[in-house]
């Protein structure tokens, strides 16, 4: 059983702040804001009336992806756009909408360079940025930088530490990525406390690891019995380390259908259905501790912009 009144989750930026609430369940969505079902690139025309219309109708965040190549064998190309070049774009065109990366892939950028674009992008937007960061899933992008892809679990740790050195005061770091001393200090600062970190799936990390560095985790779409477990098992492992509660949120690939009452069907990593069936899932997922749901519309059976209006009209209030 969950607390009836769970502990407020850490203020860390407005973007974080808005987005997760413990307790309660809010939705985003997966860039790109697109329908492709049938090749790997998505056409990005529109995109940015998209994302305006996802934040007038009142998703709390737009989530980019860190994807530098098209790999044939994964299927998909992401929104195809540096995904910091986008937010800035994003950040001057958008007032209230969390600006969300799941995930940038820390062992394959230098995290000076990382930390310096996330603080900028955070300023710019007015404190909206939540960064996902991840290990990487993709071998082959590995040799294409010259970045060994077996070693990639303790670039992600010394990556990680680096970029939170670099919103202290005074930072000081020194790790394969370089030493930082007194003398240098990186600017701008996050315009909020600190970058929001959250750490994908394991990242090759422990899970006390996970617990105790991140602002959150974003995790997978599982079974409810399968899913259930793994939260309370999160759960338990902050409060047995003494850290505060902290967001999960998970994706999920739908396909809104016409028909209100019609029963789920099986996609690739979710389901499609009307909207009523959507609700009593999305319920269950907030009953049991998510905090979020990126949905992905890539699978989407009706145009984009109506499919968005349908989920305004018929899900996100059941959230509000």
Avoid at 176 to 202: N, Q, W
Avoid at 205 to 221: E, L, V
Avoid at 287 to 300: M, Y
């Amino acid at each position: 059983m969950r607390d009836k009144i769970p502990a407020p989750f850490e203020q860390i930026n407005r973007g974080y702040n808005t987005t997760f609430r413990n307790g309660r369940l809010s939705l985003g969505l997966v860039a790109p804001i697109a329908q492709y079902r049938k090749g790997p690139v998505a056409d990005m025309a529109n995109h940015l009336d998209r994302v305006q219309q996802a934040e007038t109708l009142g998703f709390k965040a737009i989530w980019l992806r860190d994807v530098p190549f098209n790999v044939p064998s994964f299927g998909d190309a992401g929104q195809l756009y540096d995904p910091f070049a986008f937010l800035g774009y994003l950040a001057a065109k958008t007032n209230e909408i969390a600006l969300g990366v799941a995930s940038v892939i820390l062992p394959l950028r230098h995290p000076a360079h990382l930390a310096k674009a996330a603080a900028t992008a955070d300023v710019l937007s007015g404190g909206r940025l939540i960064l996902g960061v991840a290990s990487g899933d993709r071998p082959e992008e590995y040799p294409a930088m010259n970045r060994d892809f077996d070693t990639r679990g303790e670039a992600f740790r010394e990556s990680l530490s680096y970029i939170r050195a670099m919103g202290n005061p005074v930072p000081q770091v020194d790790n394969r990525f370089g030493r930082v001393d007194t003398s240098l200090d990186l600017l701008p600062k996050p315009a909020g406390r600190k970058l929001p970190l959250l750490i994908t799936g394991s990242s090759r990390q422990s899970p006390d690891w996970i617990a105790q560095h991140g602002d959150g985790w974003m995790t997978y779409p599982r079974s409810g019995v399968s899913q259930d477990r793994v939260l309370q098992d999160w759960q338990a492992r902050l409060s047995k380390l003494g850290q505060p509660p902290k967001p999960v949120l998970q994706p999920l690939y739908v396909d809104l259908a016409d028909n209100p009452d019609e029963p789920p069907s099986s996609i690739h990593l979710g389901f499609r259905s009307g909207h009523r069936a959507l609700v009593q899932y999305l319920k269950e997922l907030e009953a049991i501790g998510v905090n979020h749901v990126a949905l992905n519309l890539r699978f989407s059976s009706n145009p984009v912009e109506d499919t968005l209006d349908a989920l305004a009209e018929h899900v996100l209030p059941a959230f509000a």
